[in-house]
C-alpha cells in the first residue's frame, strides 16, 4: 500500500495531467456532434475487431445448431418459391423491389440494460448506412444506430429509446412500439383505439407507416391488453418472436426511395 502511495506521489503531476485530459476529451465528445460520432466510429471499430475474433471461436462450436436453423429457414424460403404463380415469378426483378437486403451476423448482444445494442459484423464498406432496419427470419431486432468500415451498432427494440411503427396483422389499426425494460421477450404495444377488437394472440407486425422497414415483418403476438380509461388507448404486452437472447443471422434491409421520401418530407415540413 505504502508503495502505491509513493508512487502516486512521485507522478502526482503527470497523473493529474492525464485525469484532467480524459475529462477534456469527454467533454469535448460530449459536446461536438462531430466529434461524437468519430468516436463512436473508432470504439466501433476496435470492439468490433475483438468482438469478431470471439465470435468465430463461439461459432466453431455452434455450427452444428446454425446449420439446423438455416436448414429451417430455407425450408420456409423454399414454401413460398413452390407457392409462386407465373406472374408472381416474372415481378421477381430485384431492381424493382422497394426493399433490397444485405446478410450479416451479430458478434455482440447485450438484452439486460434499459438502453441495449448489438453490434455486427457489417459496415460501410458493405453498404450499410445509419437508419436500416435489422431483422432475422423471425422478426425485427433494430435500427442501425452507428457505422465504421466493417462493423455496425444496432439500436435493439430492447432499448428504451426505441419507438417502431406497428400494427395488428390483416387491420390498419397503427400504434408506437416500445421497451418499458421488464423482459427481454415482451415489449409493449400504444396508441391502440379503444374500439379496435383484440385478442390474446393476435399477430403483431410492422406497420406502412416507416420509410425504414417493409410492411408486415413479424413482431409478436399479443400476450395480454389492459385499456387506459383516461385516453380510451390499449397497453398491449407483445411477446416477441424473436428469442433474444439468442440471435445470430440477420438481415440489413435498405429502403431504395428512403431518400426521397425524407426529402419530400423535408420540403413538407420546412413548409409549416
Given amino acids: 500500500m505504502q508503495q502505491i502511495i509513493n508512487f502516486i506521489i512521485r507522478y502526482k503531476t503527470s497523473l493529474l495531467y492525464l485525469l ?11 459536446s461536438h456532434s ?3 460520432s468519430k468516436f463512436f466510429n473508432s470504439s466501433n471499430r476496435i470492439s468490433g475487431s475483438i468482438y469478431n475474433t470471439a465470435d468465430g471461436i463461439t461459432r466453431y462450436f455452434n455450427l452444428d445448431e446454425e446449420n439446423k436453423k438455416l436448414v429451417e429457414e430455407n425450408k420456409k424460403l423454399r414454401s413460398l418459391l413452390y407457392n409462386l404463380n407465373i406472374d408472381d415469378t416474372i415481378r421477381l426483378d430485384t431492381t424493382k423491389f422497394e426493399f433490397t437486403s444485405i ?3 451479430i458478434i455482440k448482444n447485450s438484452y439486460a440494460s434499459p438502453n441495449n445494442y448489438l453490434t455486427i459484423n457489417r459496415g460501410t464498406n458493405h453498404g450499410i448506412k445509419q437508419d436500416m432496419g435489422v431483422i432475422t427470419a423471425k422478426g425485427i431486432l433494430g435500427i442501425i444506430e452507428h457505422t465504421s468500415k466493417n462493423y455496425a451498432s444496432v439500436q435493439s427494440i430492447l432499448n428504451s429509446k426505441s419507438n417502431i411503427n406497428a400494427k395488428i396483422k390483416n387491420t390498419n389499426y397503427f ?6 425494460g421488464r423482459s427481454y421477450n415482451q415489449v409493449k404495444l400504444e396508441d391502440i383505439p379503444r374500439l379496435v377488437p383484440l385478442l390474446v394472440g393476435d399477430t403483431i407486425v410492422t406497420g406502412a407507416m416507416s420509410s425504414i422497414f417493409p410492411e408486415d415483418i413479424p413482431i409478436g403476438t399479443i400476450k395480454k391488453f389492459d385499456l387506459n380509461v383516461s385516453k380510451s388507448f390499449y397497453s ?3 411477446e416477441l418472436f424473436n428469442d433474444m437472447t439468442n440471435v445470430k443471422n440477420v438481415y440489413i434491409i435498405y429502403n431504395k426511395n428512403r ?5 419530400l418530407e423535408t420540403k413538407i415540413a420546412n413548409d409549416q
Fill in 20 to 30: 484532467l485530459l480524459l475529462i477534456s476529451l469527454g467533454f469535448t465528445i460530449d
Fill in 34 to 36: 462531430y466529434h461524437r
Fill in 103 to 105: 446478410s450479416g451476423r
Fill in 175 to 180: 400504434g408506437s412500439l416500445v421497451w418499458d
Fill in 236 to 238: 398491449i404486452d407483445v
Fill in 259 to 263: 431518400p426521397e421520401i425524407l426529402e
